[in-house]
């Protein structure tokens, strides 16, 4: 059976990780942290980064690298 799948999102300005974890609930896996957003807050803070949730759907245990090193991402121009 295969894993669920989880959306992952980006911050626009911490560029830390989040993960959908129910309808609203969020975890921040750069600081472990679980929260609420509302929809509203989603929109105006977060983005669906493709290219990584294709990577980690296809190798879930990315995700727990992510997790237990409390990675973030970076912008193209930062590389």
């Known amino acids: ?6 959306i992952l999102f ?3 300005t911490s560029r830390d990780i ?3 974890i129910s309808e ?3 975890k921040n896996y750069s600081t472990g942290s679980i929260g609420e957003l ?3 807050q989603v929109k105006k803070n977060l983005v669906i ?4 949730n294709v990577l980690v ?7 727990d690298l992510i997790d237990s090193l409390g990675l973030t991402s970076c912008k193209p121009e930062e590389l």
């Open 1 to 6: 059976m295969k894993p669920e799948q989880s």
């Open 10 to 12: 980006i911050s626009k």
């Open 18 to 20: 989040y993960g959908l």
């Open 24 to 26: 609203n609930r969020f």
């Open 38 to 40: 509302t929809d509203d």
């Open 49 to 52: 980064p493709v290219p990584l």
């Open 57 to 63: 759907n296809k190798h879930p245990l990315l995700l």
